[in-house]
């Protein structure tokens, strides 16, 4: 739980240890921040140090970055995981800061791993020490610093945002870590082309894992020989036995890409919806949730401009529960491209909205007596149900000049359907309706403005 050495060295690291950057020139990845003339970077270089909330992505350097600038700054280093520690932890890293403080003089950076793991009360710890100046408090976090950290904390940080490393980030990490002969492969292995491509890509933006499975390969072969051991595209395929896409239910991945999905619907882009549903079963998330998803689409945005989406998103869900996988993913993406390429509407989920916004504005409003049920002797005496019109015996069909509001909200209009398929005809019946109504002599119906 506790670190005081940046880059102690134990009988066995894995390679992704032993090669993490020790300064900023060896750092890659993050030019927006590191580059040459970039804040942070002249921070660092100063030691001027402040405390900060790196988020990111797994592997793209946090920690590397947050032990990087207590060496260069030449810091104490503690370091805490927030999955491991509490506020008896928090406690002891204070004292522990207090004590170098006092006895040596040196400032003292303590790193938080996953700090948004940290309830509220945890998080509330650090702020006098960090406000005092005991510690300068890095935190690391994968999660929406805005979702998931206290705003005092959140005001007393900077907060950076860290990518995922690019292509060419991750080949330098690579080369750097076959060429160096002190801390990494020292020159006994080479990667054909495929294979690094494919390593590359495994690694989705994450120098951690791409060194990981650098190390597995490696592991597999003899590089005792006169000439490096080739690392080839056969021997990388049998490594990648997992899924490697990054994904993280239930994490800010998952909830970006869902939307993702939702909006290429939304915007009747049929590729793009297909696109990001291969991403979410590809990084692992549940074809039932993308189902339920789908059907939500169907109402949302779809709507009476074709209700048929309903349907199919229904049927899609069911296939899935019924065969699994891949039957039911393919009946799943059947339903994406039908919600995205079906005419749009959210006339209903507006209506729903508008409605539902009245009944919590208004309160509990009597049911007007003619549209009361009655079943028993007392209430028919006491009027429920008394004038009622019968639809079906009124002239089309339609009881001209009903009101079915409470007296209070007499004529409301909630629902306007779009001009765009199904609706279009749904539009003209009720446009039809408001005429019977207006032209109707009944004393019931009030006219609002809707009509």
Request: aromatic content about 8%; charged content about 25%; hydrophobic content about 40%.
């Amino acid at each position: 739980m506790m670190a005081e050495s940046l880059f102690s060295q134990s009988v066995y690291q894995p390679l992704a240890a032993r090669m993490r950057p020790q300064s900023v020139d060896e750092f890659v990845g993050q030019h927006h921040l590191l580059g040459e003339g970039k804040a942070l970077r002249q921070a660092i270089v100063s030691g001027e140090l402040h405390s900060m909330i790196t988020w990111g992505p797994p592997g793209v350097g946090k920690t590397t970055l947050a032990k990087m600038i207590a060496h260069t700054a030449d810091a104490n280093f503690l370091a805490i995981s927030a999955v491991l520690s509490g506020v008896k932890e928090i406690r002891q890293a204070v004292a522990r800061a207090e004590e170098e403080r006092d006895t040596r003089g040196r400032k003292t950076i303590l790193f938080v791993d996953e700090v948004h793991r940290f309830n509220k009360s945890q998080q509330d710890a650090f702020l006098p020490y960090v406000e005092n100046g005991t510690v300068i408090f890095i935190g690391a976090t994968t999660e929406n610093p805005s979702f998931e950290l206290n705003n005092a904390l959140l005001s007393r940080c900077r907060v950076y945002v860290l990518k995922p490393l690019e292509g060419g980030d991750l080949s330098r990490v690579l080369d750097r870590a076959l060429s160096d002969s002190d801390k990494g492969l020292g020159g006994r292995y080479k990667v054909s082309q495929e294979a690094r491509d494919l390593l590359i890509n495994a690694a989705d933006g994450d120098a951690r894992r791409v060194l990981n499975l650098l190390e597995i390969a490696s592991d597999l072969l003899d590089g005792t020989g006169s000439e490096p051991a080739l690392i080839e595209q056969a021997l990388v395929e049998q490594v990648l036995v997992s899924s490697h896409r990054r994904f993280d239910k239930g994490g800010e991945y998952f909830y970006d890409q869902i939307s993702a999905l939702h909006k290429a619907v939304r915007g009747s882009s049929p590729d793009a919806a297909l696109y990001w549903l291969a991403r979410m079963l590809d990084g692992g998330c549940d074809p039932l949730y993308v189902a339920r998803r789908v059907l939500r689409m169907a109402s949302e945005d779809v709507g009476n401009a074709d209700p048929r989406a309903l349907r199919i998103a229904l049927d899609a869900w069911e296939v899935q529960e019924r065969l699994g996988s891949p039957e039911g993913e393919l009946a799943i993406a059947q339903a994406v491209v039908y919600m995205a390429v079906a005419p749009k509407s959210n006339a209903v989920y507006k209506a729903f909205g508008a409605a539902s916004k009245d009944v919590r504005a208004t309160g509990s409003l009597e049911v007007p007596l003619h549209i009361r049920n009655a079943p028993t002797r007392l209430m028919k005496e006491l009027d429920y149900g008394a004038d009622y019109r019968y639809a079906h015996d009124e002239d089309e069909g339609f009881a001209a000049g009903e009101n079915y509001f409470p007296e209070a909200l007499s004529a409301q209009q909630y629902y306007f359907p779009s001009n765009r398929g199904m609706e279009i005809q749904i539009a003209e019946k009720l446009r039809r309706l408001r005429e019977l109504n207006a032209a109707s002599p009944r004393q019931r119906y009030k006219r609002g403005e809707g009509d």
